[in-house]
Every structure is written in C-alpha cells, then in structure tokens.
C-alpha cells in the first residue's frame, strides 16, 4: 500500500517564488526520498534524508523530517520554469526491499 | 552512460495478447524494480528483485510474471493483458539491496490494452 501521501495535489506559482510541498507517511521509516518527474519521462531522485536527519539542502532544494509527525517537505526556493514537474515522496516499505511512493504533486511554475 | 533502458516505449495490444516489456541497467546494480503508474494513483510495485536470480512480489503482482535473466536484465512479461492492465511501467534499479538506496529509473512503457 502507499506510504506517502503528497500535499497539495497541484500547485501553481510565479517563476522566482518559493514551492513548498509535504509529506505525509504512515509508518516508521529508516529514510525519506524526493523524486521529480518531468512530463513523459521517468523519475529522477532529487534528495534522500535519513530518519536521524532533520533538514538537508541540495542547491535551491531544501527537505525537511518531523518524524514525530511523520511528515517531510520540499522547498524548492526562487523557482524557475524548468522546475514544473510532479514532485514525489518515497518512503521505505514493510517489506524493507522497495520504496513506496505517494501519488504525487504536480507543480506548475509560470514565467 | 545508459543507465536503465527501457523497451518498447509504447505498445498496443489487444485483449488475450501477450508481450514481455524488457529492461537492462548498466550502472552494475543489485535490485531492480517494475512500477506502474496511473493517473491519480501514483506508482505501484509490481515486482523486485533483490538480487540476481531472486524475485518477489510487490503490490500489484496479478497477471504478471518477471524473469531477472542475470544480474543487467529484469522482464515484465504479461500472459494474457487485460484493459486494467493499460497504464505506464516503469523500470528502476538501486545499488542496493534493500530500500534504502536511490533508485535510478528508465524512460518507462507506454501499454494501452484494448
């Protein structure tokens, strides 16, 4: 089942704003991942934060991790329109062998 | 650098037909994954394997069948495809072994099941 659960489910900003989306997730997790997914093509991995982390930064990325509320966000700051893309969180599975993804945010940046 | 390859990238098929969807990765990793996706419902596991010559089910297994040929080639194969079966797949692979790695993923298969 899906552990993560991204919100909001569409977002539209101005180029130069800030785009800040969340997760939620069910269950304890070792660590957390951000994926981007540009129209018609595969996933590509954005940043990986690990439960003892609280915030890491990658460029104009920014992730965070409550894992007392069991929920993450990725700011992207001074967006461009190159960031439009769906946005998803990836949390590991029961299983231990798989990542679960969440459905999704669709992020559209306007020039 | 490929990285994960993906082949066809779009296929029709007919209720009752059968394909096998293939994927090989280059980066010399140890898991590979099949996901499908559909809209509103975010990607779904169908199968992964751990390791060469291991496979499990994931999420949404049934009507599938996968084959890891050898540690570069991990296929999806439907026997008899159904319209739920429409939908875009996605193959990834991981350094890996557990959950814990990034994955890497291909360009994915556009199936419509008529």
């Known amino acids: 089942s899906q552990q993560g659960e991204e919100d909001p489910q569409a977002l539209s900003i101005q180029e130069g704003e800030n785009a800040t989306m969340n997760c939620s997730y069910k269950t304890s997790i070792n660590n957390l991942q951000w994926y981007r997914q540009n129209s018609g093509r595969g996933l590509v991995h954005l940043i990986l934060i690990r439960s003892n982390e609280r915030e890491k930064h990658s460029g104009r990325l920014r992730v965070t991790l409550d894992t007392s509320k069991k929920s993450s966000s990725l700011l992207i700051t001074a967006s461009r329109a190159a960031d439009t893309a769906s946005y998803f969180c990836a949390t590991d599975s029961n299983s231990g062998y798989a990542l679960n993804f969440g459905k999704g945010t669709s992020l559209l940046v306007t020039p | 650098n490929a990285g994960v390859t993906q082949t066809p990238k779009f296929q029709v098929l007919k209720t009752g037909q059968s394909m096998t969807l293939q994927c090989a990765q280059d980066m010399n990793h140890n898991s590979m994954y099949w996901y499908r996706q559909d809209p509103g419902m975010g990607l779904r596991l169908i199968y992964y394997?751990?390791?060469?010559?291991?496979?499990d089910k994931g999420e949404v297994p049934n009507g599938y069948n996968v084959s890891r040929l050898n540690k570069r080639e991990f296929s999806l194969r439907l026997e008899s495809a159904a319209p739920s079966q429409t939908s875009v797949y996605f193959c990834?692979?991981?350094?890996?072994?557990?959950?814990?790695?990034?994955?890497?993923f291909g360009s994915g298969t556009q199936l419509s099941v008529l």
């Open positions: 394997s751990a390791s060469e010559g291991t496979t």
């Open positions: 990834a692979s991981s350094e890996a072994t557990g959950a814990g790695g990034k994955l890497f």
